[in-house]
């Protein structure tokens, strides 16, 4: 199947901050990604829709100027956690749409632990 | 902050024995439907996929059952390992959307 890797897999960082988290498809492109938030025990909770070329679509409660997305390229989508406060630590994944794929098929990046002090 | 996000069902078998987790959906035109495995501190990963013209599929020890009558869909592991304690979640796709289930928590008592 199609990979998806995450970067960083793990960051702490200071209160007040900003850290970025790249998604990349390695063998595919993706027109469309998503990214995800977890709390432990949690459910997969939606954050936005990341559209090449576009601008990203957020989910009712997330703000879009806190998580900044951008989807430059076929292959690569940031998520930049702005001024980060220790409630934004989570558990962030994404996943890359296969444009080609038979049946639309959501490949899931490894995460990335992000730990806010 | 609290921590939001719907808790995750449990479900706690004894090695050896055989574990069925449930998923209910709710589309009735979803053509395919995929369950994933999380283990604790990873990405989800795909184990099985099943479309909406069959019922069963057998993988290894793995076995997905569709109902569409009642829109149910089933995840049998035979023969459950330690290795096999993680979060279990399905997904329905129609089209371009794309739903999760909330997903269950599996633990194996050795």
């Known amino acids: 199947g199609a990979v998806v890797s995450q970067h960083p897999s793990r960051v702490i960082c200071k209160s007040g901050t900003s850290v970025k988290i790249e998604c990349r498809s390695l063998?595919?492109?993706?027109?469309?990604m998503f990214w995800y938030r977890q709390f432990p025990k949690k459910s997969l909770m939606l954050m936005a829709t990341?559209?090449?070329?576009?601008?990203?679509?957020?989910e009712q409660g997330v703000e879009k100027d806190k998580f900044l997305i951008n989807h430059a390229s076929l292959t690569l989508s940031t998520l930049t956690v702005t001024s980060a406060h220790p409630e934004d630590s989570s558990f962030y994944i994404c996943?890359?749409?296969?444009?080609?794929?038979?049946?639309?098929?959501?490949?899931f990046g490894p995460g990335t632990r992000l730990t806010v002090l | 902050g609290e921590s939001v996000g719907l808790h995750l069902p449990t479900l706690s078998v004894q090695e050896g024995d055989n574990s069925i987790i449930n998923c209910a959906y709710s589309?009735?035109?979803?053509?395919?439907f995929i369950w994933y495995k999380q283990e604790s501190g990873k990405g989800p990963q795909f184990i099985i996929d099943?479309?909406?013209?069959?019922d069963k599929r057998q993988g290894q020890r793995v076995t997905v059952l569709l109902n569409k009558t009642v829109k149910h869909l089933s995840l049998q592991i035979a023969a459950t390992q330690p290795g096999d304690s993680a979060v279990y979640f399905c997904?329905?796709?129609?089209?371009?959307?794309?739903?999760f289930g909330t997903g269950t928590s599996l633990t194996v008592i050795p």
């Open positions: 996943s890359a749409r296969d444009p080609w794929g038979t049946y639309n098929e959501q490949f």
């Open positions: 063998d595919f492109q993706a027109t469309t």
């Open positions: 990341s559209n090449e070329g576009s601008k990203a679509t957020y």
């Open positions: 589309n009735s035109a979803s053509d395919y």
């Open positions: 099943i479309r909406s013209n069959m």
């Open positions: 997904a329905e796709i129609f089209g371009n959307q794309f739903y």
